[in-house]
Structures are given as C-alpha cells and as structure tokens.
C-alpha cells in the first residue's frame, strides 16, 4: 500500500495546502485507489498523484466538518462525467453523510440536467452508493479490509477512524481527533498512523478567541506521538497542520514529537507518499 496526503492544510486558505485529504493506492500498478476525506481542492491533487475520481473504489469519509468534505461535490461531478456507463461511486461515512449527499446532489441539479441534456451518451445522473457507519463495522474494499473506529472531536458527533488493512500491513487514518481508546484501538500495531495535529504551544500564542477554541478538540503534535508510541507504531505521519509551517520549521515539528515517539516521524507536504 502507499499513503499519498493529499492535502495538509486546514480551513486557513494556503496556496500550498490543499484541504485534509489522504489517498490510498494499492493492488497492481497502484490501481486500487481509496480517499479518505475530500477536503479543498483535493480533485486536483489526486490528477497530481496520478489518480482520477473515476479510478476509485470508494471515499471513506471521518466526520462532516466543513473542511473535511467541501470538494466532495467534485469528486462525484468528476467521477460521473467520466465514466462511460451508469457506475456508483461508493461513499462510506459517519452518520448524515447520506443526507449530505443528498443535498449535494440536489444542489447540483442544474448541472445534472444540462448534462444530460447536451450529451447523447449521458442519460444518467451521478449514481452515488452511501453507506453510513457506525464504529465496530467492517468492511471488504477491493484486497483491503476496512475496519471502522469511534474517535472523539466533541461537539462534532459522530466521528469515527478508519484502519485499512491489507497483506499484513495496517494504515490507521484518523481523522480529527484526541486522544481516546477508539484511537487506541484504530492505530494499535499499525505500520502507519495518519494523525491531523494542532501544535498547540503555537496556537495558544493566537490571541484570537476562534483559534484557542480548536485546542480541545484536536490531538496536538505530542498527543499524537503518545499515541504512536502507546500502540507500538511504525511511521507517524502528521497532518493537518495548524498553523501551518514553513519547510524550515519541520526539523522542529519533528524535534517536538521525537520526544514522545521513537519510530519514523514523516511531517506532511501536498503528495508527501508512505509505502508500506
Ligand atoms: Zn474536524
Ligand atoms: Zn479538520
């Protein structure tokens, strides 16, 4: 399996961060393709690592946090304009997500209609098949084994974490949250765990009210190295990051969860990849 981030940024705009999303690529020729989240331009990064809506076998989706899911329009209104026969894109997410969905879809109703209108060989219209989770559930995606985690980002309910696995080999992808035993069960012996992290040292120097409130309900950098370590990690691979650094910042990204974690710290760019 490899891990592509996608995006690493958050709801603060960045020209080099697109919104939290993560891809999957597995099987032959890296053709098994999962996202996780469909933050802010996340259609034109997934072009970027050689990837299309139209190659996915499913969107795996952790919470409805507005940054979490603002382009999942695109990657429906791409995957269907692409395909060539009625195929659904398959949507797993917390509860609400079908009624996301929906109004989506019904938002884009225009759109739908001049489409198909316009084009002879378009006479569907986007075909989406949701399944909303509940933590504990399982799942088959193509050759990998999903398995679904309560993780806690309290007032934002449900949450939940998704541990990918396939041919003994485990990625934890997390989403928004701290530290709980859902996270513990999620990450426990996996070769890499995905965290989306706050440093919280820095965001308390903000003296903006709307900044100091994120600070309990994310892990910060040394929350998620606990975590890594508590649950015998491999790589930990930090995402999401708030405020968001500077290429000559990252030794001190690292320097501040190296001393709560052992194994491999890899601090996210756009496409940064992990093979596992
Ligand atoms: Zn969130
Ligand atoms: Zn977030």
């Given at each position: 399996m490899e891990i592509v981030l996608l995006g690493t940024g958050s709801p603060i705009p960045d020209p080099n961060r697109a919104g939290p999303a993560t891809l999957i690529k597995a099987g032959e020729g890296g053709l098994e393709q999962v996202l996780i989240d469909a933050g802010r331009g996340c259609v034109m990064r997934m072009a970027a690592a050689g990837s299309l809506p139209v190659l996915l076998s499913g969107v795996l989706i952790t919470h409805l946090h507005s940054d979490h899911l603002c382009a999942l329009n695109d990657v429906i209104t791409t995957q269907w304009v692409m395909t060539n026969e009625p195929r659904p894109l398959r949507i797993w997410g917390p509860v609400g997500i079908e009624r996301f969905v929906d109004r989506t879809l019904d938002a884009l109703g225009p759109d739908i209609g001049y489409r198909i209108a316009h084009h002879d060989d378009l006479n569907w219209g986007p075909l989406v098949e949701i399944s909303e989770v509940q933590a504990g559930d399982s799942f088959e995606l193509g050759s990998m084994q999903v398995s679904v985690h309560p993780t806690v980002h309290t007032p934002v309910e449900p949450t939940v974490g998704y541990r990918v696995e396939r041919e003994g080999k485990v990625a934890a992808l997390a989403g928004?949250?701290?530290?709980c035993a859902g996270l513990d069960q999620l990450t426990e012996n996996a070769d890499a765990y995905v965290q989306t992290v706050i440093r919280d040292d820095l965001v308390k120097l903000v003296p903006v009210e709307r900044m100091q409130d994120i600070l309990d309900y994310h892990s910060s950098v040394e929350q998620a190295a606990q975590t890594a370590t508590r649950n015998k990690v491999k790589t930990l691979v930090l995402t999401h990051l708030v405020p968001a650094p500077q290429p000559e910042q990252y030794d001190e990204w690292r320097a501040v969860a190296a001393q709560h974690f052992n194994g491999e710290i890899v601090i996210g760019d756009d496409l940064t990849s992990v093979s596992l």
């Open positions: 928004d949250t701290i530290p």
